[in-house]
């Protein structure tokens, strides 16, 4: 028997324009999916019922990849601590706890590179080939993510990855940011609208408008500088401008359609006992997110609107082998 688990993400600055090759940043939650995996008769089942790649594409992706035909069959069981469908990367934390978990049954190196790259290639198969690296790469490295078109000096480097998209190949640079002790003093209070939001029509909607609208390029431009001095400032333990660029990011996001009147309301309430808060992941539901010290008054009044909440350091640990045992 095998556990493994993965933690969710939350976006600080560049979802969406990360797809377009700009740079985004994001640090691993404290909220992770669960995976066991144990050898059964018959065929591949998953959550007691016999798996069906329509209905779990990431983890039909992931065997193909990782196993091939003709291995053993599993019985998988998820359990999960993430709102899904929220923008909180609860695909990304199954993809990367399922590949560590099907790597350790068929006996292979938990590389975290080849982790991260089939999980990115599970998440592009479901989301009609447009994925970053973003969500998957945090849910495999964990502590606080950035991506680049480039390699950073500011940032450690980790891996490169690339992907054949609809609008051509992209390449992301990959590295591990270092918080300063200071960020160990601020919370992420993360509300849930409890919308369910499918990322891949929200993305394709981006698509979609840049077609129509190409002006509109130069918001994910200007996004791409919000999310380089959004490091910046977060590197030197700057929470001030750092919660200004991320109001900020809320505005542009909204501008490319991906913001939604519960997320606008939930920005404003908790802006009032935070640095800055801003919609988080693909957007048109979902979750956002708020900076703050005073993480027991944000929540509260998020509470008070009626919303689930979650309080998470920024940062936690990648994915983990749990358990791995012949019985
Ligand atoms: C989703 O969490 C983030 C998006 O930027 C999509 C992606 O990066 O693949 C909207």
Request: charged share 20%; with cysteine; hydrophobic share 40%.
């Amino acid at each position: 028997m095998v556990a493994t688990s993965a933690p969710g993400k939350a976006i600080l600055f560049g979802e969406h324009s990360v797809v377009y090759g700009e740079p985004a940043v994001a640090v691993a939650i404290d909220a992770r999916v669960h995976i066991t995996v144990e050898p059964c008769e018959g065929a591949w089942k998953m959550d007691g019922y016999p798996l069906d790649g329509d209905r779990h594409p990431h983890v039909a992706s992931l065997l193909d990849a990782v196993l091939g035909e003709d291995f053993q069959s599993h019985a998988i069981q998820v359990r999960s601590d993430l709102f899904p469908a929220a923008g909180l990367g609860s695909s990304a934390a199954l993809s990367a706890a399922g590949c560590a978990a099907l790597l350790s049954i068929s006996n292979e190196p938990l590389d975290k590179e080849k982790i991260a790259t089939f999980a990115h290639l599970a998440e592009a198969q479901a989301q009609a080939g447009r994925a970053s690296p973003t969500d998957t790469s945090t849910a495999t490295l964990g502590g606080c993510v950035l991506v680049s078109d480039k390699r950073e000096e500011s940032a450690n480097w980790q891996y490169t990855r690339s992907l054949e998209t609809p609008e051509g190949e992209r390449v992301w640079e990959i590295h591990s940011v270092n918080l300063p002790p200071s960020a160990s003093e601020m919370w992420l209070v993360v509300g849930y609208t409890g919308i369910h939001a499918p990322t891949a029509e929200l993305v394709k909607g981006v698509a979609d408008l840049l077609t129509r609208n190409p002006a509109k390029m130069e918001d994910i431009t200007r996004m791409g500088e919000v999310a380089r001095n959004g490091v910046a400032a977060l590197s030197a333990g700057d929470f001030i401008q750092v919660g200004e660029l991320m109001d900020e990011a809320h505005i542009l996001l909204a501008g490319l359609g991906v913001s939604c009147p519960e997320l606008d309301d939930m920005v404003e309430v908790a802006r009032r006992t935070s640095f800055g808060a801003k919609l988080t992941g693909a957007g048109g539901g979902g979750c956002m997110l708020a900076l703050t010290d005073k993480p027991d008054e944000t929540a509260a009044a998020l509470e008070m609107r009626g919303r689930r909440v979650l309080v998470t350091p920024l940062g936690a640990p990648g994915v983990t082998v749990e358990k791995a045992s012949k019985n």
